[in-house]
C-alpha cells in the first residue's frame, strides 16, 4: 500500500468542515430608516419607517408587491403550494444601504468565503412574507457561473416563525430572524448568505411581516494561491499535506489524490450540452473546495477539476448495461469533460468515452475496485497489457492508477434535469458535480524539489 490508512485519515481531518452560510445582525443605521416603495399607478411613492413602523404601511407594501414567482426551467410559475411571498423587483422600491459600512461583505470575504477571496454583489428583490408565506426546498437559480450565493437581509419588522432552513444529506441548518431580531435592544436588520446551490427552504409564518432584501453574490475574479502571506495562519491541511509530501511513505511513487466536491457549480447549458470540457469551476470554487484547491496549488500541486463516472449509478440510470460482476460498487471514470451520452451505442461505457472524446481523456480510477473482477476481465486488459490504455498524459505513466479519496466523490448526472426547481426561470447553468484530483509527485521528485 502506498498510502496508510493513517495518512489518509489525518489529511481528511485536517480539511476540517466549514458551515455553509453565515448570519448575523447589524444595528440600523440613521441613513437607513427609511424604505420607499410603489408601483405603477400608485399615488407617489410610499414610506415605510423601518425605526418605528407602522402597520398599515406594511400591510401597504405587502398590497402593493405581486405574487413571488419561482422558477421551473423557463418558466416563471406561480404556484401557491410551492412559494407563497410577495416579491417587489428593484426599480419600485428605494432604500439607503451600505452594505459596506455594516461590514456584512467583510464578513462574507472571511467566514463564508476563504481568505478576502473578492466578490460583488447585485440587489434582486424585496420580498414580503406575510402569515402564512413560504418558500419550499429549491436550490437558488444560478445567473452565472460566478454567481456563487445569496445574500439575505430582513429588515427590522416583527415577525414569528419564517425560519430558513439550509439542508445537506448530513445536515440541517437553521436561522429564526424573527427570533434573533426580536432580541435585539435596538431596531437591527438580520443576515443570512449561503451558498446557493445548497438546498434550503422558508418555514411559513406564523405572524407579523418577514421583509427581506436578497442580493445575488458572485465571485469577481480568480483566486491566487492561498499563500502564507494571505493566511494569517497556515491551515492544518497545508500543514499535514506539506507533512506528508516530506516522508519517503507516503505515496513513494506518486499517486493521485481525490477531492469530490463538496458543492455543486454553475455549468452552461450550452457547453454541457456540446460536452465541453469545463473551465470555470476552478476560478469558482467555494468552501472546502476552495481551501483544498488553493492549499493544493501553493505546494505547487498539480490539482485538476473532473468530472467522476460512477459505472454503477451510469447503469442505474439506465445508459449501460451491465452484468452483474462488472457492475462493482466505486468503480469509475475521470475525464475532464462532461460527456454526453446520447449516442452511447453498445461499446461499451469506456470504449464510447474514448472514441468521443480521445484516447488520453479518459482515465479509470479506482483500479483496486477493479482487481477484484481481474477473473471476469474483458478485453479491456488486452489494452491494458500493451500499456497502451493507462498511460496517459493525467496519470503520469503510471498504470492503473488509483485514486485516494480524501471526500466521496459524487456522480455527475449523465443528462440534464428535465425538471429543475430555482428562484427564477431560466435554464443558461445547471449546477454540476466535479472532483478536484491532485497528482502527487513520487518521492525522489518531491525531495529533488525541495533541494
Ligand atoms: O428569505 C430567505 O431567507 C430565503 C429566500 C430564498 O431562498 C430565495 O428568495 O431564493
Ligand atoms: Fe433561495
Not at 507516503?250 to 458543492?263: E, R, S, T
Request: glycine share 8%; with cysteine.
Amino acid at each position: 500500500m502506498s498510502i496508510t490508512n493513517e495518512q489518509l485519515e489525518k489529511l481528511k481531518s485536517a480539511v476540517a468542515t466549514r458551515v455553509p452560510y453565515i448570519s448575523g445582525v447589524v444595528p440600523l443605521l440613521p441613513q437607513s430608516t427609511t424604505l420607499f416603495f410603489g408601483r405603477g399607478g400608485t399615488t407617489g411613492p410610499r414610506q415605510l419607517n423601518l425605526r418605528n413602523p407602522e402597520d398599515a404601511q406594511v400591510q401597504l407594501l405587502a398590497k402593493l408587491c405581486e405574487p413571488a414567482t419561482f422558477g421551473r426551467n423557463q418558466e416563471d410559475l406561480l404556484d401557491e403550494t410551492y412559494r407563497k411571498a410577495g416579491k417587489m423587483d428593484v426599480e419600485n422600491f428605494a432604500m439607503s444601504i451600505d452594505l459596506g459600512q455594516l461590514q456584512i461583505p467583510e464578513k462574507i470575504g472571511s467566514e463564508l468565503l476563504v481568505h478576502g477571496r473578492p466578490f460583488r454583489w447585485e440587489l434582486y428583490k424585496l420580498n414580503v412574507y406575510g402569515p402564512g408565506s413560504f418558500f419550499k426546498a429549491h436550490k437558488d437559480t444560478p445567473r452565472s457561473e460566478a454567481m456563487f450565493g445569496s445574500l439575505v437581509l430582513v429588515l427590522p419588522i416583527s415577525h414569528k416563525g419564517g425560519e430558513l432552513l439550509l439542508r445537506t444529506k448530513e445536515e440541517v441548518w437553521t436561522y429564526d430572524s424573527g427570533a434573533t431580531l426580536a432580541q435585539q435592544n435596538e431596531p437591527s436588520i438580520g443576515y443570512v448568505a449561503f451558498f446557493g446551490d445548497i438546498e434550503h427552504e422558508v418555514l411559513p409564518v406564523e405572524s407579523g411581516h418577514r421583509i427581506t432584501l436578497t442580493y445575488n453574490l458572485f465571485f469577481a475574479q480568480a483566486p491566487e494561491p492561498l499563500a502564507q502571506s494571505v493566511a494569517s495562519v497556515v491551515h492544518p491541511f497545508e500543514t499535514t499535506l506539506a507533512g506528508l509530501m516530506k516522508d519517503p511513505g507516503f505515496l513513494p511513487d506518486g499517486g493521485l489524490i481525490g477531492w469530490g466536491l463538496k458543492y455543486e457549480y454553475p455549468v452552461s447549458i450550452a457547453s454541457r450540452r456540446k460536452g465541453e470540457v469545463v473551465e470555470s469551476v476552478s476560478k469558482n470554487l467555494k468552501g472546502e473546495d476552495e481551501l483544498v484547491a488553493r492549499i493544493s496549488a501553493s505546494l505547487h500541486l498539480e490539482a485538476e477539476i473532473k468530472v467522476y463516472i460512477d459505472l454503477k449509478e451510469l447503469w442505474r440510470d439506465g445508459y449501460a448495461e451491465f452484468d452483474d460482476d462488472t457492475c462493482v460498487d466505486g468503480l469509475g471514470l475521470l475525464m475532464r469533460h462532461i460527456p454526453s451520452f446520447d449516442s452511447i451505442g453498445d461499446e461499451g461505457v469506456y470504449h464510447y468515452l474514448r472514441s468521443v472524446y480521445g484516447y488520453d481523456e479518459v482515465l479509470r480510477a479506482n483500479e483496486s475496485a477493479r482487481s477484484r473482477l481481474e477473473a471476469n476481465d474483458s478485453d479491456d486488459d488486452m489494452d491494458d497489457e500493451s500499456g497502451e490504455m493507462t498511460v496517459t498524459p493525467q496519470t503520469g505513466g503510471r498504470k492503473r492508477p488509483e485514486v485516494w479519496w480524501l471526500s466521496e466523490p459524487t456522480h455527475v448526472c449523465a443528462e440534464v434535469p428535465i425538471v429543475s426547481y430555482g428562484n427564477e426561470a431560466q435554464l443558461d447553468f445547471i449546477y454540476s458535480r466535479f472532483c478536484l484530483i491532485i497528482d502527487i509527485p513520487p518521492y525522489a521528485t518531491r525531495k529533488n524539489r525541495e533541494a
